[in-house]
């Protein structure tokens, strides 16, 4: 029987009946009945998902009751416990801290933090001696991450009768920025319009913000930027912070902070100041006020995220200022209420160097050390913008005095945007894990980012008003994948896969046997499409979909694709070695000799640190261009396969997301297939002329 048409909108939360009689059989055993302590807004919105969640998956009544009956599942804070008798010792409830959790069950209770469990419920008299399974943390929210964690398990038909789980993020701050307009759109978004409804805010609370902060408390994001980094002046106006106050008392529930992206000449603009100068004192005295104004609408306000004397927005340069200033003048002003400040290290000044990949170095490098404890340093994965692949951000290893938010993209700009299918776990995995050998062998991007002063990471939504939240289905899996890896970037983009695929579409072994390795392989594909060997910015300008590695019409030489890829008769890519830009001697060693070298320069960065002549020979023993050639056909066999991997699947997926996924990938194909023909043709011609002139 075909399944029920779904539109996507219940994302990876669909709680469907287990079809697996074994696990059935054991859950119901395990959880006879539910006890949810407490009585605060999180505790009502932990026993609604309890009360969604328990009988839809165990298809049977799930009785919610005050005293444990029967085998009970427990969930509360470590105080909420202490009233039915189960105390944490002290020094164990701090070490998970604000936002770890705790699951146990009886009999799996050994190394966790209520290890007395088993005693406590073999005690004859014990309030608690129908306990069989418990979530605890120190504060509600992390409570709820708990019982998120445990639906997981049972949505993934996971072994639960032996739980002893400690779960603690390994990075602080975990915040979706939304590149949201007051007007509704959403520069580079592709799912429909802003989820935030400024016109209706403050009076009109949407139940789909509730269904977002949800969808975000389930995979552990506990921020949300919510406006442009191209910022409106508007958005810090009285009218706006009553709208974001509204939006902000909503989220608090679900552990998720606001945040927001301020324009840097607000002092002038709003303020009536005559200079934004952040060495003025006035200009300080302004923010501080206002910093005050947001805090007293927002007691758990986050903070604020800069974009300045980047891509034409105003920052403390236009004052002769720098970074640092303009930076701890904001800092200063968060600090009192726990703010803390992302500066954007997104500056490419190429009067500063000819070679955008090195600018942003050049520029922040000086100011290490320079920065309030409370600034953290915002750096994209790579050092161009988010491209289909890039080497990791020199930045990362660089300031080591210094925290640095990494910022990735989760809506694909320059990867298919919501028409490809392109999963990105393996992306972000090939950055965190990449060593930047800044303090010898194992200084991951990870590791620098997870840095124990204060550490954060960024995510550029894909959120918008569709009904399934994120234009196409698969790219669910992105948002999902980057609060994963947030939480615990230990995770493999297998597992989160895995994990994902389970519960959005089947537990099924083909189902999952067969979307597993397609999401697996997209990304690469797609680079190879698109851009393959180290390529990169061959997009069409603006809209940034679709080739043009010939445009050379923008102002700036640094907007034309050419300058990019600088293929001639001799050869292509751009020659980053140190007789090039020397953008590889701001790698750590052994890194910048492994790049500056032809012979050990991974063939995935090849064409991003050198220019390399058409005949030269690849590992496979082709040529470049043969090499060229045979990446994009592979790039395109990929969405054949997955073409064809999904047209099997048609009686295992409803009908509605089925037909929405096929057209998808028809349209990928095709435009696989442009960026094949285009670039091949394009690049043909000097490879011709090479020929010729042999
Ligand atoms: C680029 C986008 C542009 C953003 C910019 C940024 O094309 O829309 O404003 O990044 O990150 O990728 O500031």
Same mark, same amino acid.
């Not at 590992?619 to 969405?639: K, N």
């Given at each position: 029987?075909?399944? $029920?048409?779904? !539109?996507?909108?219940?994302? +990876?939360? &669909?709680?469907?009946?287990?079809?697996?009689?074994? $696990?059935?059989?054991?859950? &119901?055993?395990?959880?006879?009945? *539910?006890?949810?302590?407490?009585? !605060?807004?999180?505790?009502?919105?932990?026993?609604?998902?309890? *009360? $969604?969640?328990?009988?839809?998956?165990?298809?049977?009544?799930?009785?919610? *009751?005050?005293?444990?009956?029967g085998n009970t599942l427990i969930v509360g804070t470590v105080d909420e416990l202490k009233t039915i008798g189960v105390s944490i010792s002290p020094d164990d409830s701090r070490n998970i801290g604000d936002e770890g959790c705790v699951i146990a069950s009886a009999e799996g209770a050994k190394q966790s933090l209520i290890s007395n469990l088993q005693s406590l419920r073999d005690a004859p008299q014990s309030p608690i001696s129908n306990l069989q399974c418990l979530i605890t943390a120190n504060a509600a929210p992390a409570v709820l991450t708990g019982v998120f964690h445990l639906l997981r398990l049972l949505q993934t038909h996971q072994d639960i009768r032996a739980l002893d789980i400690v779960s603690v993020p390994k990075i602080r701050h975990r915040i979706l920025a939304h590149w949201d307009n007051l007007d509704g759109t959403i520069e580079r978004g592709y799912a429909g319009r802003s989820l935030w409804n400024w016109d209706e805010l403050p009076a009109k609370i949407a139940a789909r913000y509730h269904d977002y902060a949800r969808a975000c408390a389930s995979i552990g994001i506990n921020g949300a930027c919510l406006t442009n980094v191209n910022a409106s002046i508007k958005g810090l106006t009285a009218e706006y912070l009553e709208k974001t106050a509204a939006l902000a008392d909503g989220f608090r529930p679900y552990g998720v902070r606001v945040f927001l992206s301020p324009q840097f000449t607000a002092p002038v603009r709003i303020g009536g100041l005559s200079t934004s100068d952040p060495r003025d004192p006035n200009v300080a005295a302004w923010w501080k006020d206002k910093v005050d104004e947001i805090y007293r609408l927002i007691p758990d306000f986050g903070g604020f995220q800069v974009k300045a004397n980047s891509e034409g927005q105003p920052g403390p340069q236009d004052n002769g200022a720098n970074h640092d200033d303009g930076a701890n003048m904001l800092a200063d002003a968060l600090a009192p209420h726990g703010g803390f400040l992302l500066w954007r290290a997104f500056v490419y000044d190429t009067n500063i160097d000819a070679d955008r990949a090195n600018c942003a170095n050049k520029e922040f490098v000086p100011l290490d050390g320079k920065f309030r404890s409370n600034v953290l340093v915002q750096a994209k994965n790579g050092p161009i913008d988010f491209q289909p692949r890039e080497p990791f951000h020199p930045l990362f290893g660089a300031m080591p005095r210094t925290p640095l938010a990494l910022e990735l993209q989760i809506t694909q700009e320059y990867l298919g945007q919501s028409k490809h299918l392109v999963y990105l776990g393996g992306m972000w995995k090939e950055v965190l894990d990449s060593d930047t050998y800044a303090q010898g062998v194992g200084s991951t991007v990870a590791k620098i980012v997870s840095a124990p002063m204060n550490s954060c990471i960024v995510g550029v939504a894909n959120t918008g008003t569709d009904r399934n939240w994120c234009g196409h289905h698969f790219s669910q899996a992105n948002w999902y994948a980057f609060g994963r890896l947030a939480w615990d970037y230990e995770l493999s983009a297998e597992a989160i896969a895995d994990e994902w695929i389970r519960m959005t579409w089947s537990n099924e072994s083909r189902v999952v046997d067969m979307l597993k390795p397609m999401m697996l392989g997209s990304w690469e594909a797609c680079v190879n499409y698109m851009m393959p060997l180290g390529l990169h910015h061959l997009m069409k300008e603006h809209h940034h979909y679709g080739p043009d590695p010939g445009f050379n019409g923008a102002p700036r030489p640094d907007w034309n694709n050419v300058y990019y890829h600088r293929a001639d008769m001799n050869g292509i890519g751009f020659d980053r070695t140190h007789t090039g830009s020397i953008n590889v001697g701001m790698y750590h060693r052994p890194l910048c000799e492994e790049f500056d070298n032809i012979a050990t320069c991974p063939e995935k960065f090849l064409l991003w640190f050198h220019h390399v002549?058409? @005949? @030269? $020979?690849?590992? !496979?023993?082709?040529?470049? +261009?043969?090499?060229?050639? @045979?990446?994009?056909?592979?790039?395109?066999?990929?969405?054949?396969?997955m073409q064809n991997a999904w047209q099997r699947l048609q009686s295992k997926i409803d009908g509605e997301r089925f037909e929405h996924v096929r057209q998808r990938l028809t349209h990928q194909l095709e435009n696989a297939r442009e960026w094949r023909d285009v670039c091949i043709e394009y690049f043909g011609q000097f490879q011709n002329s090479a020929t010729e002139s042999h």
């Open positions: 029987m075909q399944a $029920r048409n779904e !539109s996507g909108y219940e994302l +990876w939360l &669909r709680y469907r009946p287990l079809d697996d009689a074994e $696990r059935l059989a054991q859950y &119901r055993a395990a959880i006879n009945s *539910v006890v949810v302590l407490g009585t !605060s807004a999180t505790a009502a919105i932990i026993k609604n998902e309890l *009360v $969604r969640a328990m009988p839809a998956l165990l298809d049977v009544d799930v009785p919610f *009751v005050d005293n444990p009956i002549p058409w @005949h @030269h $020979r690849l590992y !496979s023993g082709r040529t470049l +261009w043969q090499e060229l050639q @045979h990446r994009y056909d592979e790039g395109i066999t990929f969405v054949e396969e």
